[in-house]
């Protein structure tokens, strides 16, 4: 086990209680969905929280702040930040269907991603935030400025 992971435990149970307080907000209906991704987020925290234990009896506890930043590569990092940026204005301008998909795409093909394996990751993950958010929710989700 390492100390590092003790602040990664508290910052997921901390972002599991912030959700559950912000979903006790919404309609009755449209709580269902955020309540059982908490649940699953809670419970996986748990089961991580239970291995580290188990790590801690076996091998010890450690430090982990030398192994953070090993592998770190800085360009990556802020190509990234900048794509993630410029997803935040395109959802502001285009909205969020087409700038989730130029942002996943324009990730994925930084990352040398195989091309057939980005088509199918975008059309399921817009499918499936469709599904959820639109369909089953019916959430509006931002539609951007040249689209109103």
């Known amino acids: 086990m390492k ?16 959700f559950f307080l912000m979903s006790r907000d919404l ?14 987020l ?3 925290t748990t089961g991580y929280v239970v291995e580290m234990l188990f790590a801690a009896k076996k091998n010890g506890v450690t430090s982990g702040i030398p192994e953070i930043f090993e592998g770190f ?9 900048g794509m993630l940026i ?10 969020f269907y087409l700038a989730t998909i130029v942002l996943m795409a324009a990730s994925l093909l930084y990352l040398r991603v195989p091309k057939w394996q980005i ?6 993950i817009i ?12 959430v509006k ?7 109103k």
């Open 3 to 18: 100390k590092t992971d003790i602040g990664v435990v508290g910052f997921m149970y901390a972002v599991c209680a912030f």
């Open 27 to 40: 309609k009755k209906g449209a709580r269902i969905y955020p309540l059982c991704i908490i649940a699953i």
């Open 42 to 44: 809670f419970l996986l």
């Open 73 to 81: 590569q800085p360009k990556q990092f802020f190509i990234v930040l």
């Open 86 to 95: 410029a997803y935040l204005a395109g959802m502001y301008f285009v909205g």
């Open 119 to 124: 088509l199918i990751s975008t059309i399921v």
């Open 127 to 138: 499918g499936l935030v469709y599904g959820a958010f639109t369909m089953f929710l019916g």
């Open 141 to 147: 989700l931002p539609v951007g400025l040249l689209f």
